[in-house]
């Protein structure tokens, strides 16, 4: 059985961001996999070391900052969890509050939870388009595609980037990095929503789910027409044709 | 001054004339031509009108609030104005101005009925000083171009607050509407003041959870929709307030809705020519409006009855003996509303979606996932989905984690096939479902295969 988390979803659900979970949830249960859906509200208690598949959406600035006070007091819960190899998928907003703050144009420094070594910067105006990003998982290549919609810049320090910007701008627009990754813990401005668009990167996360609880299995194929046909409407535009 | 405003209208007619030579509706280019010769051009044909403007703002619901306005108006024999639909930036209120100006620039109108975009709302009527604004609500629209809900509200707010003094028509079972009354101006609240619809209320698509003062959870004794209902807050007491304006009993029946509304302390039967619920949330602003203005309740009453909609606000065809309806849908609230429609009637149905990404639709198709298709989808009588427009496929994908078979999905981005298949289909009734600016393509296309229903007389008549 596995648990997936949907951390605040009355908060972080900007951009259709509950689509990430719906997928991780059908593409687990059309093969069969148990799986069930915990949705943890501001100030309800949660154990995440139990937890397989944890999601955060966006939110604005101050959704993000309540966020960040409710989950500062169990960080050290969180961080064990992470180290023992839990999946996260953080979108947007949520994947600026795993860096160490978020400056707002006025210059006021926002803590984040300092899981992710980064930091975000906000801007004057907003990167907004269809995005596409070449990603390294699991030993092939992928190209992942999807919407952003953000004015903070992301920059990384001791942390990989989740890939390289074929078209739009990604983290900051100027260095070519999108998103950033950290054992099994997935920050990305790409949302669209980002898992409905990607089905091959859905599974990946759902096979890393599986062997961390020790289960390394082949995942049947899906008919995933619908989505391919999605996806070739954004890389055709995007003049990236294929895959 | 006089000079520069007849060039710049002159400009604007003759952009208008190109416009409609080049096959063009013209609805706001003209508008455009002429705020660029001459940028004070609304403030001085408002000034003209000496305040007898009408300003409909809000997300959902303009068009159809205006129009009511706009008809009985009409039939009180007052000569009116309107912007086209859409055309609600200051662009194309400037170009309803240029139609009804004479080349001398004379109005030939009584009043300017204007729907405006709650966006652009701050930016065009500090130029209006309109003597009523109607706000119908507030949801998450297009959010790449508008960036987050808060800001509108409080553009919105920051706007009214500099206005002169202007009456306001404000949606009591919205409480981000009902911040706007914070301002000073004199407020008439309007609402429905009773459940009509029992059921689990999806939480994905309310907006406003929290008290805009105190930050609290809101509750509620009922909802009708989205984050509209009676709501309160524990904390600090904000609650939906008294309305001067109120549906005291709503019945949803076979084809229209009936209603008994409170205008003041009368009350009127209304009947609304429409499947649509949402409806008499806009006709209880139009008797909102009416009430500012002195206008008789039963003439509005009247007026209501023989509504004819607009373009895609569940408009009425016949295809070979079938109903056919055509609805617009922007924003997940909206398409929640259409979902619930579809639910009302247990006969087997065809649907089509069609979902493009144009300016005018929002750049970002994120929103389809933000609709609760897994819990208003009436899955066991449609008997065929069809997608269409630019992003099909993706409103396709939206279909198939909602739980649909792939065998009930088609995806056919152009619209004329996917128009032609859906009408091939072998439900007893048929709905289009289109975002805006596939909304025209797609009445286009119902015209020529189907032939319009504009029968409003086959209603019971209340005299
Ligand atoms: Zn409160």
Same mark, same amino acid.
């Given at each position: 059985m596995l648990t997936v988390c949907h951390l605040y979803p009355d908060l972080l659900n900007l951009y259709g961001d509950r689509g990430n979970v719906a997928v991780f949830l059908r593409r687990c249960q059309w093969r069969g996999i148990p799986v069930r859906l915990l949705e943890v509200r501001f100030g309800e208690s949660v154990d995440f070391t139990k937890v397989d598949f944890l999601f955060l959406g966006g939110g604005s600035d101050r959704e993000q900052q309540l966020v960040v006070t409710d989950l500062l007091p169990r960080l050290a819960n969180l961080r064990q969890a992470i180290e023992e190899g839990l999946v996260v998928l953080a979108i947007c907003g949520g994947y600026q509050l795993l860096g160490h703050y978020y400056q707002t144009v006025e210059g006021r420094k926002l803590p984040g939870l300092g899981i992710l070594d980064l930091y975000t910067e906000a801007g004057e105006d907003r990167l907004i388009g269809d995005v596409a990003v070449k990603v390294q998982v699991g030993g092939r290549s992928q190209i992942l595609c999807g919407f952003e919609n953000h004015s903070g810049r992301t920059f990384l320090g001791q942390v990989s980037p989740l890939g390289r910007v074929l078209r739009g701008f990604g983290n900051n627009g100027r260095d070519g990095t999108e998103g950033a990754r950290y054992k099994n813990v997935f920050g990305t401005y790409l949302h669209g929503p980002l898992l409905p668009k990607n089905p091959a990167f859905a599974d990946y996360l759902i096979n890393l789910a599986l062997a961390r609880r020790g289960l390394e299995i082949m995942l049947p194929p899906l008919p995933d027409v619908l989505e391919k046909k999605a996806r070739e409407v954004i890389l055709r535009r995007l003049r990236l044709r294929g895959s | 001054m006089q000079v520069r405003m007849l060039s710049a209208l002159w400009a604007g007619k003759i952009t208008v004339k190109l416009a409609r030579l080049a096959g063009g509706k013209g609805s706001s280019f003209p508008g455009k031509v002429a705020l660029y010769l001459f940028p004070q051009a609304l403030e001085a044909w408002a000034q003209k009108l000496n305040s007898r403007i009408i300003v409909v703002t809000g997300t959902n619901g303009k068009t159809t609030t205006n129009n009511m306005l706009a008809s009985i108006f009409s039939s009180l024999g007052y000569r009116v104005l309107t912007n086209r639909e859409g055309a609600n930036l200051a662009s194309g209120l400037a170009s309803a101005f240029i139609r009804s100006a004479s080349w001398k620039g004379n109005l030939s109108c009584d009043w300017a009925l204007l729907?405006?975009?709650?966006?652009?709302?701050?930016?065009?009527?500090?130029?209006?000083?309109?003597?009523?604004?109607?706000?119908?609500?507030?949801?998450?629209?297009?959010?790449? !171009?508008?960036?987050?809900?808060?800001? +509108?509200?409080? @553009?919105?707010?920051?706007?009214?607050?500099?206005?002169?003094?202007?009456?306001?028509?404000?949606?009591?079972?919205?409480?981000?509407?009902?911040?706007?009354?914070?301002?000073?101006?004199?407020?008439?609240?309007?609402?429905?003041?009773?459940?009509?619809?029992?059921?689990?209320?999806?939480?994905?698509?309310?907006?406003?959870?929290?008290?805009?003062?105190?930050?609290?959870?809101?509750?509620?004794?009922?909802?009708?929709?989205?984050?509209?209902?009676?709501?309160?807050?524990?904390?600090?007491?904000?609650?939906?307030?008294?309305?001067?304006?109120?549906?005291?009993?709503?019945?949803?029946?076979?084809?229209?809705?009936?209603?008994?509304?409170?205008?003041?302390?009368?009350?009127?039967?209304?009947?609304?020519?429409? @499947?649509?619920?949402?409806?008499?949330?806009?006709?209880?602003?139009?008797?909102?409006?009416?009430?500012?203005?002195?206008?008789?309740?039963?003439?509005?009453? !009247?007026?209501?009855?023989?509504?004819?909609?607009?373009?895609?606000?569940?408009?009425?065809?016949?295809?070979?003996?079938?109903?056919?309806?055509?609805?617009?849908?922007?924003?997940?609230?909206?398409?929640?509303?259409?979902?619930?429609?579809? *639910?009302?009637?247990?006969? +087997?149905?065809?649907?089509?979606?069609?979902?493009?990404?144009?300016?005018?639709?929002?750049?970002?198709? *994120?929103?389809?996932?933000?609709?609760?298709?897994?819990? =208003?989808?009436?899955?066991?009588?449609?008997?065929?989905?069809?997608?269409?427009?630019? !992003?099909?496929?993706?409103?396709?994908?939206? =279909?198939?984690?909602?739980?649909?078979?792939?065998?009930?999905?088609?995806?056919?981005?152009?619209?004329?096939?996917?128009?032609r298949t859906t009408l091939g289909g072998r439900g007893k009734s048929v709905y289009f479902l289109a975002t805006y600016s596939a909304l025209w393509p797609v009445e286009k296309l119902l015209r020529r295969y189907g032939k319009e229903e504009r029968d409003a007389d086959r209603l019971p008549s209340l005299s």
């Open positions: - | 729907e405006v975009d709650e966006a652009a709302f701050s930016k065009v009527t500090a130029h209006l000083k309109p003597a009523v604004v109607v706000v119908t609500n507030f949801f998450r629209d297009q959010l790449d !171009r508008y960036g987050e809900l808060d800001r +509108t509200v409080s @553009l919105v707010k920051e706007a009214l607050s500099q206005l002169p003094p202007t009456k306001l028509v404000l949606n009591a079972d919205d409480p981000l509407v009902v911040k706007l009354a914070d301002t000073s101006h004199p407020v008439l609240f309007y609402g429905i003041g009773v459940p009509v619809r029992a059921g689990k209320e999806e939480e994905s698509c309310r907006e406003a959870r929290f008290c805009p003062y105190c930050g609290r959870e809101l509750q509620y004794q009922y909802y009708h929709y989205s984050q509209l209902g009676a709501y309160y807050c524990p904390g600090c007491g904000f609650a939906r307030p008294p309305t001067q304006v109120e549906a005291l009993a709503v019945r949803i029946l076979d084809g229209h809705v009936s209603c008994q509304v409170r205008v003041g302390d009368q009350v009127v039967d209304c009947e609304l020519p429409t @499947l649509g619920f949402y409806n008499v949330y806009n006709a209880l602003a139009v008797f909102g409006v009416g009430m500012w203005l002195g206008l008789s309740p039963e003439v509005i009453a !009247r007026e209501l009855g023989r509504y004819v909609p607009a373009t895609g606000r569940l408009q009425r065809f016949v295809h070979r003996g079938r109903p056919v309806y055509l609805n617009l849908v922007k924003n997940p609230a909206g398409f929640n509303e259409t979902l619930r429609l579809l *639910s009302m009637s247990s006969e +087997t149905k065809d649907v089509f979606i069609a979902l493009n990404d144009n300016e005018a639709d929002g750049r970002d198709v *994120s929103w389809i996932w933000d609709v609760d298709l897994e819990n =208003l989808l009436p899955r066991s009588t449609v008997l065929s989905f069809v997608c269409s427009g630019r !992003r099909a496929a993706d409103m396709a994908v939206r =279909l198939r984690y909602a739980g649909v078979p792939l065998g009930k999905i088609e995806v056919l981005p152009r619209l004329e096939d996917g128009v």
